[in-house]
């Protein structure tokens, strides 16, 4: 598998966090920053860390951003922040991630056809406040903007009732991986006789329209 190159540009702690993730995966990373103490930090975990200021377009050319696959951008500055997505624009990197700070920064972002918009803060409080209203699902992980991996507590309702009877996908949008019981025990890809019991815990593939409509998340 080729290495994905990953420039993340911004090293507060949500930058960070993205390159101390990433460093658990195969791939290359580039972390930068204006900021030399926060670049010191970031060493420890990306293939480079550099300090180099936005402004500087002499350095940032240094770079040579034309290598990279992806390029995340996290600054506060909402200047900053769109004029680095316009000079990795022109620089052809094929994919480029922003993190937006308002609604406005967020729609000239989309007007300039930004592959991905991101607002950590609300989402994180959007999924919260999901998990605090609904005690079966007990974890979610965003698998792409169309799916999601999640494990969930069966439901009182689905207990004593076939995968197959329950329709799990066309109702929930649930393509359920494996199953785990109150021992502990691990059922993969159980088929639609399959009886749910009560405590089983199900980890599934999930489509997050479909997911969203039933309530479950």
Not at 60 to 82: K, P, Q, R, Y
Not at 154 to 167: C, D, H, P, S
Not at 206 to 217: F, I, P, T, V, Y
Request: net charge negative.
């Amino acid at each position: 598998m080729v290495k994905k190159h990953i420039l993340v540009l911004g090293l507060k702690s949500f930058g960070l966090s993205i390159v101390k993730q990433l460093s658990k995966y195969n791939c290359e990373i580039l972390a930068i920053d204006k900021s030399m103490e926060r670049v010191e930090v970031a060493d420890e975990y990306a293939t480079h860390a550099v300090q180099v200021d936005m402004h500087d377009l002499d350095k940032m050319e240094d770079l040579s951003l034309n290598s990279f696959d992806v390029a995340i951008i996290t600054l506060d500055s909402i200047e900053e922040s769109i004029m680095a997505a316009l000079v990795f624009q022109e620089k052809g990197i094929p994919q480029i991630i922003v993190k937006s700070a308002s609604e406005m920064h967020r729609k000239i972002l989309e007007k300039m056809d930004i592959d991905k918009i991101i607002s950590p803060e609300t989402e994180m409080g959007i999924k919260l406040a999901k998990s605090i209203m609904n005690e079966s699902v007990i974890d979610a992980i965003n698998f792409s903007d169309e799916y999601s991996i999640v494990e969930i507590n069966a439901l009182e309702k689905w207990v004593g009732k076939t995968i197959g009877k329950l329709e799990l996908r066309d109702n929930y949008g649930l393509n359920v991986l494996c199953v785990k019981n109150a021992d502990k025990e691990l059922k993969i890809s159980p088929n639609e006789q399959y009886v749910i019991e009560e405590k089983d815990t199900l980890v599934a593939i999930a489509e997050n329209k479909k997911l969203d409509e039933s309530g479950l998340l």
